[in-house]
């Protein structure tokens, strides 16, 4: 059984095992910042540093991050495994996430980025989808909460080696 630690926001109870894989990958892709020399700035996920008005509206992104051909974009890291259905390789994300990542680009005025660091491909790339596309996507009920299914195949992304090759500027072909 796990260790049940409870998370800010509607999300519930997660898994501890499930949280420390995300700080795990947000670990890694907060060296890979670093070394790389970009310009971030993290954001703590605390409750005293987000408005009481937007708990449960609006999700709060990993990074902000500066790139001179994007601008500030919004990064938040996920720590999830890809799946596997008769359609192929996919990501999942909590619908009302998705939602919650387009209230904060309308109201920021800044995209929101996922990306993705699963730990079996051992945190060394990053399948980063802008949220502005995830919240398109139908979603499927799966115990008792709804999630959308980002699918490799039928979803524009892009995969970035977390390494010294990688570059997020690469990430203008999306938009």
């Not at 079996?120 to 398109?136: H, I, K, W």
Request: net charge positive; charged share 25%.
């Amino acid at each position: 059984m796990y260790f049940l630690m409870r998370v800010w926001g509607n999300m519930g109870y997660v898994p501890r095992e499930k949280q420390d894989k995300g700080v795990r990958a947000e670990h890694a892709f907060r060296a890979w910042l670093n070394e790389k020399g970009y310009s971030f700035i993290y954001l703590e996920q605390s409750t005293t540093t987000f408005p009481e008005k937007f708990h449960g509206t609006i999700k709060r992104p990993d990074f902000l991050i500066g790139l001179f051909r994007l601008g500030s974009i919004f990064v938040d890291v996920k720590g999830h495994r890809r799946y596997e259905d008769e359609h192929g390789s996919y990501f999942s994300l909590p619908a009302d996430e998705a939602q919650q990542y387009r209230m904060l680009e309308t109201f920021m005025g800044l995209p929101v980025w996922l990306a993705y660091v699963p730990e079996d491909e051992g945190l060394q790339v990053a399948y980063f989808f802008p949220a502005s596309l995830v919240v398109n996507l139908p979603a499927l009920a799966y115990n008792g909460r709804k999630f959308v299914k980002i699918h490799l195949g039928t979803v524009t992304f892009k995969r970035i080696a977390l390494d010294r090759s990688g570059q997020l500027s690469s990430l203008c072909e999306l938009v």
